[in-house]
């Protein structure tokens, strides 16, 4: 009995009650109409029309009034309506065109009262003046509408849309003389009852039909329309023009909507396709729905509030045969189940998230996240008592910021002013970018920019590399020999893993090696004692797990001694030097002559295909002589770039990208791609840095991202004689009939290029004003303006 | 030695690259890129010429006979294809450049093709169709646009000119389903057209879709027969020939069957694009039969290269079963006197004004009403042309579908009871458009304009009279259509069909719409025959659209009942 959950509501002295509940019919339902009363509903469809009396526990057939021994068309309903001041009167709408009426009242079986055969298509809706009690309209297939006073025999107007089907047809309730009705073509037409000949209004609500309309109970002007494009729109109609106050996108076609008696910015809705439920909105909150009813089947065909006091109960009848009353406490709430989360990353590296109150505030109580949190700064609650799902969907919002200082990214907007990404050749840009990194203090960077010139640019120095990675990749067992690349180019400060702190350690003797340029003194040190693991050198910090204990894990530590110095017995790798230095060719054959290096390489799985020593040193020499292509080093460049964009730093990525072109990009599929660039771009935009946005955007080679700077950019023109806005295309303004944009000098229309003065906007053809320009210094309109191209 | 070699390769590859011919620069707006591919296009075709030519004369050796055979092959293909741009690209630039190649070539001493038929219809005249060259503005941008799609100017959309409005949403439609976006391939989209026009044994859209299935890199192997297709393409065979010949019997287990063959299945977006393909194309051949559309110039049939006085029998004629050149002759206006004809219309828009005015006074009962649509739907079943023609077709286009046996069986004649279709329950408008635009966003609206357009297409003519409203004999054409489907209008009076249609036009319209392979001239001529053939296409255009809309609302109501 408890989970009946039962309701009832004082209205005037009488007292609703009620609970959830179905009762099967017999046949689809097409439309539904409750009584004054609130004590019965009337459902009617192509092959059933009963009344039933809501009881407290279930449904009662109270009538049939599908009578007579054939089944007439004239009783294949497609709208019902009870008069909602009289109880013994209803009307039905026919599928063929016919209008009924019922009376109650009368003692025979038979309570057909009236027939209208004046419609020459299907009715589609039937509608009694709410307060008068013989006016009745109706909206037919034919386009349209007949207002009939049931103590005459035929209509006593007829009023012509003068477009396509009439879908709906609904009295105001609040104007005595006003109905509305909607139209298959998008339109809502306005009309006063007493004239027949035109509407007060039209305008055009939706794409596609209107399926439905309805007044606000209360509010006197508004008035809610759905229609096929899925949307429910409310209308000020009060204003001059109908002004949209709200919209609700739904996901189906909208076939019904009622307004909630009682809460004013509630509306039922129901669909004819794909969707069953019954949802009722906020209007103020168009995304997710109040109240969702699930208990029908198939699609709800009609739907009613019981009592036009009495916000909760709710009736509705479907094609799955059943009638169902709801209880508005029985609804589900989707708000409950939906997420109010969301989480934002700031410019400068601050973290803000929204979640459930419930969920933070239980979380907030443990103790932080070691990783990611560092300094929480507030915590804001945000809980308006007048929003409609207060207490339902109300969310915290949490903002982290980063230490003052170390979040700072003034380097970022430097270096992308600064570098230099097209326009010179590879060298020079690499060096220049290189430059540019090293004066910021970014000395990872610059170290890849000079690395990146040496692979691609100089020659020289190509193969001592490659002769390291082959023989790396040859003894370290197929594991990645990228690392050693990645590793040397993390930038300090960009993650926190420990990772990060090896390769700190890493870049510092990178630096150090590089400035005291000792590279053939370690290097011939390493040759002693690294025996036969020539090339573990470039899996530093990637598999060992000594170095972990080697290299100092604190990042605070600044500058440790040179471990390499330290420890070289311990088959640390001292070979990337290599890569920087330009070491000479006697260094390599060294190194080819080993015997270790070639004992290994022979079992090894390599790079370079070698089957024994000799092999492999003819093919260095050769190598060397001839210059590997950089196509070689692409495998590696492209780990670069990744590892780069990884560590958050996209900026370099792209950069590096597009400094390289062709060089690289088959090497990275085209979704990586994109994906940088338009983080990139996204970044580039947060700190207003439109200008080398654009240069970027421009510079991509990806489809998807070269066309942002195309589309939705509008021009607005407007004409220089009369200043207003220049609508139409082509050259002449509607207003002023003069052709705007004429050049000052050839007095021709500028079909181009078009440049003007700032200070008097006169201008013309580029070419002539710098030549006119070149010769005067006054304006070439004779407007006497001192004009100055620069 | 090695690098000589693979030079060698690579100068015989660039060579085979520059011998292709290209033909899409042609579809440019652009006349300078029109331009510069058109004089490849010579350069490239002279070269053939000359080549084939000195091959000729200074070898005969027996292998370089089958090479020599293939190349003439391909040449005549291209000049099949100049041809065609010569009769009928919109834009005039690349007309007279081909037909100057042509001559070029000829007067190399290759026998250049010429266009076979007349026109792109058998059963209208060729003057009272629009000419290529003399459209007024906004024909020539539609023209543009298809020729800037597909490359070509289809017969079709010469017959369909005549209605410019309706072209212009057909073609929108149908490129978007052919190339926009879309859940299914581009190759497998041809394919379905071939399918749904085999059913119908319409030689003519097999062999345009054939061309385009090949174009867009479609497996030649599929063309040998279904059975060669994918497993998921033969399962939609059923739905093909249940769609084209009986949809009143899809149901929702056709669909199940369809979306639920574990690797095979079909998502629900396919499928519905499948049905409103299959749907497009079952109507398409309905068209192209009842208009008489002749073959394309450059595909088989279209173009011969016999001198044209050997004689005037020619392949297109013997397709169809249709000697339209002796027909013409005999069964011109002559047959039948002017005032008898005139007599006609004069009838017909006394009925129609009969039916106005008296539709008020006299009401029929319900039970009238009812069994007038019973006895339209029955007598529908009788109404049909006796003389069979055996049609044979050229490619043979029976190897595209199975069961060849299965065709139009009446609605209801066999024993079995299906129940009427209502549209009160479940019509293109509230439901149809609904559910297409849900699972293929945007060819709903496509679709529904489309439709729109046809049923409210009017000049306001009939015959010589004009500002005539044809509303009501619209509406009976579309609803005798439906008729035949088994789908019922509850506010129609089905009497007014049998005032206004009268029998020849209805076995025109049932043989379109329900056999259409078997439409022949003398149906063509002997309905309404005073009217203008502009008038006549109209009413193919009302066929098609209401047959489509019929096929879809069967096919989309099984996938709604399978949805819920």
């Known amino acids: 009995m408890e989970k009946m959950s039962r309701v009832s509501t004082a209205l005037g ?5 009620g609970r959830t509940m179905h009762c099967h019919l017999d046949a689809p339902a097409n439309a539904i109409s409750v009584c004054r009363d609130a004590a019965q509903v009337v459902v009617a469809g192509r092959s059933i029309f009963k009344i039933f009396a809501i009881e407290e526990e279930q449904f009662v057939e109270k009538l049939n009034l599908r009578v007579g021994r054939k089944p007439s068309l004239n009783l294949s309903c497609a709208d019902v309506v009870w008069h909602q001041m009289d109880e013994n009167l209803l009307a039905t709408a026919a599928t063929n065109g016919v209008v009924v009426t019922w009376n109650l009242g009368r003692p025979s079986r038979n309570k057909q009262d009236q027939l209208f055969t004046e419609h020459k298509r299907t009715v589609n809706k039937v509608c009694f003046h709410p307060t008068e009690a013989h006016v009745l309209l109706s909206g037919s297939q034919d386009g349209f509408m007949k207002c009939f006073d049931l103590r005459r025999k035929d209509s006593v107007s007829t009023f012509s849309g003068q477009s396509e089907s009439v879908r709906d047809v609904q009295f105001s309730i609040r104007d005595y003389f006003t109905f509305a009705s909607t139209f298959e073509n998008g339109n809502v037409q306005l009309w006063d009852i007493r004239r027949p000949d035109r509407c007060e209004r039209m305008f055009t609500a939706h794409n596609g039909p209107v399926f439905c309309c ?13 229609g096929r494009d899925k949307m429910v729109k409310v209308w000020d109609m009060t204003t001059h023009r109908a002004k949209e106050m709200h919209c609700v996108q739904t996901i189906a076609s909208v076939a019904r909507v009622k307004w909630r008696p009682e809460c004013r910015h509630h509306l039922a809705t129901c669909s004819m396709m794909v969707d069953h439920n019954i949802y009722v909105w906020d209007v103020r909150r168009p995304f997710v729905p109040a109240a969702m009813f699930e208990e029908h089947r198939d699609v709800t065909t009609g739907i009613a509030w019981r009592h036009p006091h009495d916000p909760s109960f709710l009736l509705s009848g479907s094609k799955d045969s059943t009638l169902c009353q709801h209880l508005f406490r029985d609804a589900s709430q989707p708000v409950e189940r939906a997420n109010p989360e969301g989480l934002c990353y700031g410019l400068f590296g601050d973290l803000a998230f929204a979640a459930k109150e419930s969920l933070v505030a239980a979380e907030s109580g443990r103790k932080p996240y070691t990783g990611d949190r560092r300094h929480p700064i507030f915590f804001k609650r945000k809980l308006d008592p007048a929003e409609p799902f207060s207490g339902l969907a109300s969310s915290a919002l949490n903002v982290f910021e980063i230490e003052p200082g170390g979040g700072s990214m003034s380097w970022f907007v430097d270096t992308a002013e600064r570098y230099a990404l097209a326009g010179r050749p590879l060298a020079e840009l690499c060096d220049h970018n290189a430059k540019v990194a090293r004066e910021l203090g970014r000395n990872q960077v610059a170290q890849t920019w000079t690395m990146l010139r040496i692979i691609y640019c100089s020659p020289g120095l190509v193969p001592s590399t490659n002769l390291n990675h082959s023989v790396g990749k040859g003894s370290s067992c197929g594991l990645p020999l990228m690392n050693s690349f990645n590793l040397k180019d993390m930038a300090p400060g960009l ?17 150090v090696l590089l400035d005291s340029s000792a590279t053939l003194i370690t290097n011939e040190d390493n040759e002693e004692t690294e025996g036969s693991d020539v090339p573990t050198d470039y899996l530093l910090g990637d598999v060992e797990g000594e170095e972990d204990e080697l290299y100092p894990l604190d990042p605070e530590h600044a500058h440790p001694e040179e471990p390499e110095y330290v420890l070289p017995q311990e088959a640390f790798p001292l070979r990337h030097e290599i890569v920087d230095t330009p070491s000479g060719p006697e260094h390599l054959q060294d190194k080819a002559d080993s015997p270790h290096v070639s004992g290994n390489e022979a079992d090894a799985v390599s790079l370079v295909p070698v089957d024994s020593s000799f092999s492999l040193l003819s093919i260095s020499h050769a190598l060397y002589d001839s210059r590997l292509p950089p196509d070689f080093f692409s495998v590696l460049v492209c780990d670069m770039l990744r590892f780069y964009a990884e560590q958050g730093d996209v900026q370099m990525a792209v950069s590096v990208l597009i400094v390289l ?8 599929d085209e979704q990586t791609q994109e994906h940088w660039y338009t983080s990139y771009i996204d970044l580039l935009q947060r700190f207003r840095l439109w200008n080398v946005s654009n240069e970027v955007v421009k510079l991509s080679t990806s489809q998807a991202v070269s066309c942002l700077n195309q589309a939705s950019t509008t021009l607005h023109v407007n004409c220089s004689h009369c200043k207003r806005p220049m609508s139409s295309r082509g050259w002449v303004c509607d207003r002023c009939h003069r052709c705007a944009s004429m050049c000052a000098v050839c007095h021709h229309v500028v079909k181009g290029l078009f440049v003007w003065c700032q200070g008097c906007s006169h201008g013309g053809h580029l070419q002539h004003i710098m030549k006119w320009l070149e010769g005067s210094s006054q304006c070439p309109a004779g407007c006497g303006h001192l004009c100055e191209y620069s | ?132 060259g003399s459209e007024d503005a906004q024909m020539h941008a539609l023209f543009a646009d298809s020729f800037a799609a597909l490359g070509r100017l289809d017969n079709i959309t010469l017959v369909m000119v005549f209605h410019p409005q309706y072209l212009e949403s057909f073609l929108k439609t149908q490129h978007y389903l052919l190339q926009m976006d879309g859940p299914l391939p581009l190759h497998y989209r041809h394919y379905i057209g071939i399918m749904a026009a085999a059913r119908h044994q319409c030689s003519y859209l097999v062999n345009l879709h054939v061309n385009d299935f090949l174009h867009v890199g479609g497996d030649p192997k599929w063309l040998n027969g279904l059975e060669n297709a994918p497993q998921k393409l033969q399962n939609l065979g059923e739905l093909n020939k249940v769609l084209a010949h009986r949809p009143w019997l899809i149901t929702k287990e056709h669909i199940e069957r369809l979306l639920k063959a574990e690797e095979h299945s079909w998502s629900l977006a396919e499928l519905v694009h499948a049905v409103v393909l299959l749907t497009h194309y079952h109507s398409l051949a309905s068209f192209t039969f009842g208009c008489g559309i002749s073959p394309e110039i450059h595909c088989d049939g279209g173009h011969t290269f016999r001198p044209p006085s050997v004689s005037n029998y020619c392949i297109c004629d013997i397709t169809n079963g249709n000697h339209s050149v002796d027909e013409m002759q005999v069964s011109s206006p002559g047959s039948v006197s002017v005032s008898d004809s005139f007599f006609e219309v004069e009838a017909l828009m006394a009925k129609m004004r009969q039916l106005q005015e008296c539709r008020d006074e006299e009401e029929a009962s319900q039970e009238e009403m009812a069994s007038r649509f019973e006895m339209e739907k029955r007598e529908s079943m009788f109404v049909f ?50 559910l297409v635009n849900r699972l293929y966003p945007d060819v709903g609206q496509l679709i529904d304009e489309k439709f729109h357009i046809a049923y409210n297409l009017t000049y306001n003519t009939m015959a010589m009279h004009k500002d005539v409203d044809t509303s009501m004999l619209r509406r009976a054409i579309w609803n005798y259509i439906h008729c035949m489907f ?46 203008k053939h502009s008038e006549k296409v109209h009413v193919n255009l009302l066929l098609i659209e209401a047959r489509m809309q019929a096929e879809l609302l069967y096919a989309l109501r099984a996938i709604t009942r399978y949805m819920t």
């Open chain 1, 13 to 17: 002295g009488n007292a609703l009650t």
């Open chain 1, 214 to 226: 309805d007044w606000h109970p209360e509010d006197r002007g508004w008035l809610a329309t759905g």
């Open chain 1, 495 to 511: 993650g926190s893993e420990t990772r990060l702190d090896r390769s700190k350690g890493d870049t510092r003797s990178d630096t």
């Open chain 1, 661 to 668: 072109g062709e060089r690289v990009r088959k090497d990275i």
């Open chain 2, 1 to 132: 030695m090695l690098k000589s070699e693979e030079c060698k390769e690579k100068l015989i590859v660039m060579a085979e690259g520059e011998n292709e011919v290209r033909w899409d620069g042609l579809c440019s707006r652009d006349s300078t890129t029109r331009e510069t591919a058109l004089e490849t296009i010579m350069q490239i075709i002279l070269r053939k010429t000359e080549c084939l030519r000195s091959v000729k004369e200074t070898t005969h050796r027996p292998p370089d006979e089958v090479s020599n055979a293939i190349s003439l092959d391909e040449l005549n293909k291209l000049l099949a294809h100049l041809l065609m741009l010569a009769k009928r690209c919109p834009f005039k630039d690349v007309r007279e450049k081909s037909e100057f190649i042509l001559k070029n070539v000829q007067e190399l001493g290759i026998r250049i093709p010429r266009p076979l038929g007349h026109g792109p219809s058998r059963f209208i005249p060729e003057k009272e169709i629009l000419q290529v």
């Open chain 2, 385 to 434: 042309s006796s003389d069979d023609d055996e049609g044979t077709p050229a490619r043979d286009v029976s190897r595209h579908f199975e069961d060849t046996s299965y065709g139009y069986k009446d609605f209801s004649r066999h024993g079995m009871h299906v129940p009427t279709f209502r549209v009160q329950d479940y019509c293109w408008e509230d439901h149809g458009y609904s």
């Open chain 2, 486 to 531: 088994g789908i019922r209008y509850d506010d129609y009076d089905y009497g007014e069909i049998n005032q206004l249609l009268d029998r020849s036009f209805k076995v025109y319209i049932k043989t379109v719409v329900c056999t259409p392979e078997k439409v022949t001239k003398r149906m063509y001529d002997s309905f309404w025959r005073q009217f």
